[in-house]
């Protein structure tokens, strides 16, 4: 028979995972890797962390439909997997080289109750943009959240050797592409909805081998703050999640891989954050319970910096 508690006892909390699982997360040295762009999730190493253990949900999201784009790894995937735990059904956008990935988010989605919706695409294309909300209505019967996710990157050295085709690329994928997204949802979004943005700490702070990426990220902290003021009187929140370094695929298809295998190792934590450590801020701004009051905000999550303008 299960034991009772006596009368008068003090409650014992039980809690299975020993401290020290339950703080450990990958600490570089990383393994050094590199890999073509856009990269792949299933072959980095370590695999990012995205399925959130210690989060319990609550059913914030219970009956309403998200649309993720670059939902495929990452940020976007852990996202997705969170969104779909806390009751909502999900689509999400990838490109056709991250099929692997997608596969696995839309496992994911399905395996903690959410509907998914996987969609091929390039976000640069304007038709692409307006068709994914199109079949996310079409398909999941409405649209309640836009996270605005996908995104490009490119170091380089010298302001010199930034070409004007990647700066034309980086603007197109990672804001242009925003505008074409909230442009296509605005119809399909009604009061109590959200649009969620991906900013980045180099659009505060800056990046010397980030320059049109940077650029492109403080773009999207101001899109945020004035589309909240623009859409508010529609009862549709407008806000942006700031982080410092996340391990994604975004980053070994990007730089050396001797830097990949120190990549985040100069954040007060020593390490890059797990991509499951970032999705709770955007489960919170989805969140009509949690944010309800809260809109043209940029939160950052840095590992311990706090000197983030």
Known sequence: MPQTQKEGSTPRR?????PEDIDRKPMPPFPEQHQEKPGIEAELEPRPQYEAPQYKAAGKLQGKVALVTGGDSGIGRAVAVL????GADVAFTYLAEEQRDADETEAAVEAHGGQALALIGDLTDADFCRHAVTETVESLGRLDILVNNAAFQQHVAKPEELTDEQWRHTFDTNIFAYFRMVKAALPHLGRGSAIINTGSITGLEGSAELLDYSATKGAIHAFTKSLAQNVLDRGIRVNC?????????????DQDAEKVAEFGADTPMKRPA??????????????????????GEVLTLLGGETTAA
């Not at 969104?83 to 806390?86: I, M, N």
């Not at 989805?286 to 809109?295: E, K, L, P």
């Open 274 to 295: 797990q991509p499951e450590e970032i999705a709770p801020a955007y489960v919170y701004f989805a969140s009509q319970a949690d944010s309800g009051y809260v809109t």
């Open 14 to 18: 039980r809690n299975r995972n020993k």
């Open 83 to 86: 969104f779909a735990r806390e």
């Open 241 to 253: 999640v700031a982080p410092g370094p996340v391990w994604t695929p975004l980053n070994p298809s």
